[in-house]
């Protein structure tokens, strides 16, 4: 069975800072996808960047990046020049075949 | 697009009463999933359908939950009867394929079983 870990249960940035998220998970599958989704205090979800396991390059989304290791089955999220707007949870989340597993989240608090 | 809907967004009841979650998908998307978001066990999956059919009810947890998709533009969650255990969010999401395609989230339900 596909799990997802998220090691780190809070976090905390400066704003105008770096900071990255860790995410492991661990698949006998070879064909997946990977997700980071957001979930700010108003509890919506959101998609923040999405990886294809096939893919060697790392997916980029703006102020938002991913170091995706497959043989360390490794999907961190970075996110440069932090915002308080960034202040949520985040989930890590593997996709095999048709299930969205999630992480536990960390929640990432950006001080001002 | 008005996005996933859901209704309500609250919900407060007592145990032993039927609860009943309402989804709407957006237009067009053909897979429909229910989650269930808890401090203890995080976010799972409870049941997906595709073209209004369920494909997998396996994080159902039990006979009290039951769920349907009359039609391609409108689901609903069942809870008969309900237990203060089962307070929790509800979500529900859908996407216009499996696999590598963006899931939509409506905003979630909170349920409050007293």
């Known amino acids: 069975a596909q799990t997802v870990t998220q090691s780190q249960p809070e976090m905390s940035v400066q704003e105008a800072e770096t900071v990255t998220l860790s995410c492991t998970y661990d698949t006998s599958e070879n064909n997946y996808y990977l997700f980071w989704y957001k979930q700010p205090p108003s509890r919506q979800m959101i998609l923040v960047i999405r990886?294809?396991?096939?893919?060697?390059q790392n997916a980029t989304e703006n102020r938002f990046s991913v170091n995706f290791q497959k043989a360390a089955k490794s999907f961190s999220l970075k996110i440069s020049d932090s915002q308080l707007g960034d202040t949520a949870m985040y989930f890590c989340a593997f996709m095999g075949t048709g299930k969205l597993i999630f992480g536990q989240g960390t929640t990432l608090q950006v001080k001002p | 697009d008005a996005g996933v809907i859901q209704s309500p967004r609250h919900e407060v009841t007592e145990m032993g009463q039927e609860v009943t979650l309402r989804c709407k998908p957006i237009s067009g998307h053909d897979y429909l999933f229910w989650y269930r978001q808890t401090m203890m066990r995080g976010l799972e999956l409870l049941i997906y359908?595709?073209?209004?059919?369920?494909?997998?009810d396996s994080g159902m947890p039990e006979d009290r939950f039951s769920a349907k998709m009359p039609n391609a533009s409108f689901s609903t969650l069942k809870i008969q009867p309900s237990e203060p255990r089962d307070s929790a969010v509800y979500f529900c999401?859908?996407?216009?394929?499996?696999?590598?395609?963006?899931?939509?989230f409506g905003p979630g339900t909170r349920l409050t079983v007293l």
């Open positions: 990886q294809e396991a096939y893919k060697q």
């Open positions: 359908f595709n073209n209004n059919v369920p494909i997998d």
């Open positions: 999401a859908s996407s216009d394929g499996i696999s590598y395609n963006e899931q939509f």
